[in-house]
């Protein structure tokens, strides 16, 4: 326990980095009908369930034009 203590000033920010990610990338999921590649529902399972880099991912492979 005071292992992770001791590095909670380095968690708290890429947490906090990881979760404005998420739900910036999800709101424009469900905002937007139009992808580059797939379809709402698999764009919804890669920026919730693969940690930081699936809304990366999005933003750069899935995002279609506005």
Known sequence: ???LIEYL???????????ALA????????RHPNYRVGNKLMWILI???IQ???????FVFGRGEE
Not at 23 to 30: D, E, K, N, Q, R
């Open 1 to 3: 326990m005071e292992e």
């Open 23 to 30: 739900i910036t990338a999800l709101v424009h999921v469900l």
């Open 47 to 49: 920026v919730l369930f």
């Open 52 to 58: 930081i880099v699936g809304p990366v991912v999005y």
């Open 9 to 19: 000033p380095f968690l708290i920010p890429i947490v906090i980095i990881e979760m």
